[in-house]
């Protein structure tokens, strides 16, 4: 199967009997990443986590009164 990395539209081949493969053609949503791309963006992920401008926000929880 040929694929394309959406960030910088390297085309790569991938088997078409993996997982990743699978999910790719039964779920249009789900994009593709070369190893680059995903190497580059985790590394850069984690300095930003150390540095401490990283923020995950969680959804509030509401506390129902009649539960």
């Known amino acids: 199967m040929r694929v394309q ?14 997982p990743l493969a699978k999910k790719l053609r039964n779920r249009p949503i789900h994009t593709y990443l070369c190893d680059d791309c995903n190497h580059r963006i985790t590394e850069r992920t984690e300095i930003r ?17 009649w539960i």
């Open 49 to 65: 986590k150390q540095s401490g401008q990283f923020r995950l926000y969680e959804p509030k929880k509401v506390e129902d009164d």
């Open 5 to 18: 990395c959406f960030i910088c539209e390297k085309i790569d081949t991938i088997d078409d009997d993996s």
